[in-house]
């Protein structure tokens, strides 16, 4: 067999590395966020995180979102915000601080990152044995049946936090909603004043103004005055297309008067 | 946790039945669990192979003679009662648990978001009229008490929590209780947010509704 | 029944407290006939004047040790329990178990070791956001609860945990937590913020700047 030749040699590591990474990228799902990535391409390095490479563990990231960008995977934002991140943070571990720089050395940085993941990883772990513990219910029982001795019932009324919470919140929420609905307190419906003129408009034999037909309780609130001005004057309007009032106006903004046609 | 392995206990009784301490054990833990009296067949069928319950239920009700508990038999089943003279100690135990109606509930959140807050405030914000049964209700409970009078017309009366209720709620001020936003980040919102955001929880203006709809 | 009349408990408490033996016996009932743990105050208050639960709490727990039902303690509150190690025989009566999510497990966790927690640093931990129905669900099932606002800019609420979830976990208090020592001993628990204060995950104002990193 010749010896292969370094184009060969290298598409095959390629290949297995591409293979690593279709493996971590199929899994791309199974990550929550870029820090729990890097934890797991941190378990690659096989050493304690506090000696873990920062600058390796960079590259590992910045390879695996350019092959997840390759590959057309769409990467959630955060991803990227770490890589950009990361890619700035190489390039500050590479280069020498400038003189007179500001803010965080790189290695500051970089040992931030690292106990980011060794806290992270502690807490996975804390995590773990918590629930490893004998848990009630499960492992340990209490007591099956709360004892009922005497006959003398004491009503308590019981309400926890989050009730109360919920109770507000839905108040509250409430509140947010109404513009979304039509709020009926204040609305008076060209159909109302319709059937309510038809039942006055016997009475009407001479002129009168319009707004002397308001519905008691409508003529003060200028919210309510408004919405019943306007459904009466919407109402009559009906009402003179079918022969049944003539109206009559003044002037400009003169009280508008009805008044009732016989047949 | 005391078990080396899950099989430990079956291993074991492929061999030999556990001691009789251990099944004394064993029947005290499950007559103590249990939601009800347990018969002997029951125990039978519970413990490892080889067990004797009936011989357990014997030691164990004579270590229990004269103490605060008793081994009884109800029937042909077994159970721990409280000895009959401490009844009195128990009568706490069947104080009924019963939930506050949405109307007190929400009577009382608005009070503790809102406090010092008078009753007309009160049925501003909920919407409804406020019966005098509900405040009557979280008066006696002790967790609204009334507050100092409003110097405004009338002069209402305002409610404030109790240190009663903070005690009760867990909570050191009412401070301490979370706004809207804090409430909906946790999912204890259901309703999505309306884009133009929503009322702060200590926006102390009336929902103005549609006025602004109507104003000139 | 050994009391002739109602009056005897009483009158006795008049004179004498109850025999250190009557007292235990006193409080086994009371804790026997309760599923949740009592919190001493309770049990001074249930007991006749003159009664310490606290020493009959040390001698009633010694009596228990090593069998089938254990005296524990849960935050300032005392229960019995089923001896861990008997779990297997009453599995009988476990309930159904909601799987929780490994976003809840680990929350959990954090509130626990980190107690009081905001949620902004929950995220900074896990590094991704919490979601609202972690916090829902761990809230139901009364695991965690509101904190005190931390003093800081914009108060923002933290999480704690209950008492319910040491119950839940056998632990008598916080500092009973697996491994709580070493994590703080190795500054695992502090709260450290990114030198310079340039934090990817929740800097809102990440997503220009990163625009401008990536433009290069």
């Known amino acids: 067999m010749p010896d292969p030749d370094p184009w060969d040699q290298s598409d095959r590591l390629a290949t297995s590395d591409r293979q690593a990474a279709e493996a971590l990228i199929i899994d791309v799902d199974g990550f929550e966020g870029p820090l729990d990535l890097l934890l797991s391409l941190s378990r690659t390095q096989k050493v304690d995180l506090r000696k873990i490479s920062v600058l390796q563990l960079a590259e590992q990231y910045l390879k695996f979102v350019s092959e997840a960008q390759e590959l057309r995977i769409e990467l959630a934002a955060d991803y990227l915000v770490m890589a950009a991140w990361l890619a700035y943070l190489k390039s500050r571990l590479l280069l020498p601080p400038e003189p007179g720089e500001d803010g965080p050395s790189a290695s500051d940085l970089a040992a931030h990152l690292a106990f980011q993941l060794e806290r992270l990883a502690a807490m996975r772990e804390a995590a773990a044995r918590l629930m490893a513990r004998d848990q009630l219910h499960r492992d340990i029982f209490p ?76 003529a003060v609130n200028p919210q309510r005055r408004r919405s019943a001005t306007a459904a009466h004057f919407a109402a009559v309007l009906e009402m003179a297309k079918r022969g049944q009032v003539s109206i009559r106006q003044d002037g400009l903004f003169a009280p508008v008067q009805i008044r009732r046609i016989d047949p | ?58 030691t164990l009700r004579r270590r229990f003679e004269g103490r605060g508990v008793q081994l009884v038999k109800v029937g042909d ?40 807050v008078t009753r007309a405030e009160i049925e501003e914000i909920r919407g409804v009229a406020v019966s005098r049964g509900t405040v009557d209700q979280l008066m006696e409970l002790d967790w609204i008490r009334f507050g100092r009078r409003r110097m405004t017309p009338g002069r209402p009366v305002t409610f404030v929590v109790t240190d009663h209720f903070l005690d009760h709620f867990g909570l050191e001020t009412t401070r301490d209780l979370p706004g809207l936003k804090e409430l ?6 259901d309703n999505r947010p309306l884009p133009g955001g929503f009322l702060p929880p200590d926006d102390d203006e009336a929902p103005t509704g549609q006025s602004e709809l109507f104003e000139d």
């Open chain 1, 143 to 218: 007591r099956g049946v709360p004892e009922d001795v005497t006959h003398r019932r004491d009503i308590r009324y019981d309400a926890s936090l989050l009730d109360l919470m919920r109770a507000y919140a839905r108040i509250r929420t409430r509140d947010d909603f109404r513009p979304f609905v039509m709020d009926r307190d204040h609305v008076y419906t060209m159909e109302q004043a319709l059937e309510r003129m038809r039942a006055l408009i016997g009475y009407v034999g001479n002129w009168a103004e319009l707004t002397s037909f308001l519905p008691e309780g409508w």
């Open chain 2, 77 to 116: 089943a077994y159970a721990f009662r409280t000895a009959p003279d401490l009844g009195h100690l128990m009568r706490k135990e069947t104080t009924e648990h019963r939930k506050l109606s949405r109307a007190a509930i929400e009577t009382l959140a608005i009070v503790a978001y809102h406090q010092p």
């Open chain 2, 1 to 58: 946790m005391t078990e080396g392995s899950a099989t430990d206990p079956i291993e074991r009784s492929l061999f030999e039945a556990p001691t009789p301490g251990e099944q004394e054990r064993m029947v005290e833990a499950v007559l103590f669990a249990s939601a009800e009296p347990v018969t002997l067949a029951e125990l039978v069928a519970r413990l490892p192979q080889g067990c004797d319950p009936a011989e357990a239920l014997v």
């Open chain 2, 184 to 189: 909906r980040a946790a999912g204890l919102l």
